[in-house]
């Protein structure tokens, strides 16, 4: 996302506040009235969590838990995976390299003046104009007979130069790309081309480069595919490039969307995650919007294992591994096979009644489902969407907005 025009505001949501408007506020579920309305007619509003302050009563699963005696059954092995990292230590596998197409575009309006005035007019026009390169065009000939070279001038070596097909006409040129230097006309001056031209019309001339710059990605915190494609996304909104990567997982494969909504802008990933993600060394993500079938080898599989008749895991381990911070103010989100309006996902930590302090990096920010806010709702839930322990200790979200215009 491009942010380069914005704004940014923090708001801080308590489950203490506004009983007066929601006297069912409780530490797990609760809403505020806003003071002053939030308003996003003139732009698009983005929201991310900062921060979270919640208590919780919650003891890891124990997989070895005698409950009752039952039949033999078959379950995922809900042990922890080994440690495991995407980037490679003292390796540039979390750099991603950006190009981005710019171009300058001349144009030139042909008055009542003959074809030699017209070609004088072009080239003051851009020798007027400076940004690193210079363009002239030399009138050689005699009786009347005159042929044109260009003079292109860059110090640094990264403009190319094109004409249009009929400003090349005029001015007797077969080819229309130009690297710096200078360049003959394979004829003279056209006369019958510049006739076609009719007054008030118009040629052109580009000068384009391709702007390179290369992005640092920081390391999931765990071996998340998902998480992977959050921190890429994260580090291109940073540097302004509108690029989003979302991961689409269904019962038969996993399917990376990608969207590139920053014009001109291509990227490519280090050649270690590209033979991750299944792609040839070198691919160039360069299309608007495309979905990449990703390899289910990307993706850990789960261990089956039995477990003996005399135990099982219970409900409580099973249910509440991950702590769900929804919001009633974005849109729906893709969480596993269903959508919610889930803001962040985070792994419980082992508690008794005690307070926890999260502090959420990197930032992800989602758009808003409303343009104008009188109300703000938190949920926090476990990923089958459980509401959490209540306490009578509050609970505190600070939101930070970013509003593009």
């Known amino acids: 996302m491009n942010f380069e025009d914005r704004t940014d505001f923090i708001a801080i949501v308590n489950s203490n506040d506004s009983l007066e408007y929601f006297p069912d506020n409780c530490s797990s579920e609760f809403r505020n009235q806003l003071s002053v309305p939030?308003?996003?007619?003139t732009g698009q509003l983005y929201v991310a969590i900062n921060e979270l302050f919640y208590t919780d009563n919650f003891t890891p699963f124990d997989e070895t838990v005698v409950v009752e005696k039952i039949e033999p059954v078959t379950v995922a092995d809900l042990t922890q995976p080994e440690t495991r990292s995407f980037?490679?230590?003292?390796?540039?596998?979390n750099v991603v390299n950006t190009f981005r197409y710019q171009e300058i575009v001349h144009s030139f309006v042909k008055d009542s003046a003959g074809i030699l005035t017209y070609v004088t007019k072009i080239s003051t026009q851009l020798q007027q104009y400076s940004a690193g390169y210079s363009v002239s065009l030399i009138q050689i000939g005699t009786a009347g007979v005159f042929?044109?070279?260009?003079n292109f001038v860059d110090q640094s070596g990264k403009y190319n130069l094109k004409l249009s097909q009929r400003l090349a006409d005029i001015l007797g040129f077969t080819k229309l790309d130009f690297k710096p230097g200078k360049y003959l006309g394979d004829k003279s001056v056209n006369e019958d081309?510049?006739?076609k031209l009719s007054i008030g019309?118009?040629?052109s001339l580009k000068v384009f480069h391709y702007a390179t710059k290369n992005v640092q990605v920081q390391e999931p915190e765990e071996y998340d595919v998902e998480e992977l494609f959050q921190n890429i996304s994260h580090a291109l909104n940073e540097e302004k490039f509108d690029v989003g990567l979302v991961l689409l997982p269904n019962d038969n494969e996993h399917v990376l969307k990608v969207a590139i909504r920053t014009s001109g802008l291509f990227f490519r990933i280090s050649s270690e995650i590209?033979?991750?993600l299944g792609l040839t060394v070198g691919f160039t993500f360069q299309e608007k919007m495309s979905d990449i079938i990703l390899p289910n080898a990307l993706f850990p599989t789960e261990k089956v294992v039995v477990i003996p008749d005399e135990t099982v895991i219970s409900q409580e381990g099973r249910k509440r591994n991950l702590l769900v911070v929804h919001t009633n103010i974005i849109e729906p989100q893709r969480f596993g096979g269903t959508f919610a309006?889930?803001?962040?996902?985070s792994r419980r930590q082992k508690s008794i009644n005690t307070e926890i302090n999260l502090k959420f990096q990197p930032l992800v920010f989602v758009p808003l489902q409303k343009l104008d806010l009188s109300s703000i709702q938190i949920r926090l839930t476990d990923e089958f969407f459980n509401p959490l322990p209540n306490s009578n200790a509050p609970t505190t979200a600070v939101l930070q907005f970013i509003q593009k215009y």
């Open 201 to 203: 019309g118009s040629t």
């Open 341 to 345: 309006q889930a803001l962040r996902v």
């Open 274 to 276: 590209t033979k991750l």
């Open 147 to 150: 042929t044109i070279e260009i």
């Open 193 to 195: 081309a510049f006739a």
């Open 87 to 93: 980037f490679r230590s003292g390796t540039e596998d």
């Open 38 to 41: 939030i308003n996003a007619q």
